[in-house]
């Protein structure tokens, strides 16, 4: 069974640029969480998609936003980069149906690399 | 708000020794999850072990087990018979249980880096 993927694997952009990464999450799995994580600063909560829908944000500015597919498919965009942006972005996706939510296990991709310069 | 942290920034141990990983975290809930996550140079995070708030018993994946202690909420990470492999950074997480607002997101910690000596 495929994992978590996310492309790219490595993205360095300009200041002002924007960043578009993309994840597909494991066969069957309905939500997609986005992970900054910046240099000593473990993971901070993007956001979180489930059946298409985002449910829950980070406390992140508006330039970071994003989108789910009918195919759970998920991605995030980062419009007018800074420098700070720079970070791996780690999508993780799991089980949420209805209102049973399954216990808590999350299966990470490997990350996309971002570089702001 | 949850917060979750990790006061060792590195540590190191040698083959085949035991090694505990410090985890502090706050919370007004009284029911939920804590998890340690590893991860390797691939980057890619893995779930080393997981323990459910409610459960007295500290939880035991092989050569990995906790120390939950819930009134001091601490949740520290023991690795006993160290192996390369082992080398990673470690981070602590906690999740919510039953609330629907956050689904299976997770809180975690600033992460430990931790150095296997052969």
């Known amino acids: 069974e495929a994992g978590v993927t996310q492309s790219p694997t490595h993205l360095i952009k300009t200041r002002g640029q924007q960043a578009t990464l993309r994840c597909s999450p494991i066969?069957?799995?309905?939500?997609v969480y986005w992970y900054q994580q910046a240099l000593g600063l473990g993971l901070q909560f993007l956001l979180w998609?489930?059946?298409?829908?985002?449910?829950n944000r980070g406390n992140f500015p508006p330039r970071f936003s994003g989108r789910q597919f009918p195919n759970y498919s998920s991605e995030l965009n980062v419009n007018a980069l800074e420098l700070e942006d720079s970070a791996l972005y780690l999508c993780?996706?799991?089980?949420?149906?209805?209102?049973?939510?399954?216990?808590?296990?999350?299966?990470f991709g490997e990350g996309s690399r971002l570089t702001v310069l | 708000a949850q917060t979750v942290t990790q006061s060792q920034p590195e540590m190191s141990v040698q083959e085949a020794e035991t090694v505990t990983l410090s985890c502090t975290y706050d919370?007004?809930?009284?029911?939920?999850?804590l998890f340690w996550y590893k991860q390797p140079p691939s980057r890619q995070m893995i779930l080393v072990i997981r323990?459910?708030?409610?459960?007295?018993q500290n939880a035991t994946e092989n050569r990995f087990s906790v120390n939950f202690q819930k009134a001091a909420k601490s949740f520290s990470l023991k690795i006993s018979d160290s192996q390369l492999g082992d080398a990673a950074m470690y981070f602590c997480?906690?999740?919510?249980?039953?609330?629907?607002?956050?689904?299976?997101?997770?809180?975690f910690g600033a992460g430990t880096i931790l150095r296997v000596k052969s």
């Open positions: 993780a996706s799991s089980l949420m149906r209805g209102l049973v939510i399954r216990a808590g296990e999350l299966f």
């Open positions: 066969s069957g799995h309905t939500s």
């Open positions: 998609y489930d059946e298409g829908e985002e449910r």
């Open positions: 919370t007004s809930e009284s029911d939920y999850y």
């Open positions: 323990q459910e708030a409610y459960k007295q």
């Open positions: 997480a906690y999740r919510s249980r039953g609330q629907m607002e956050y689904g299976n997101k997770l809180v």
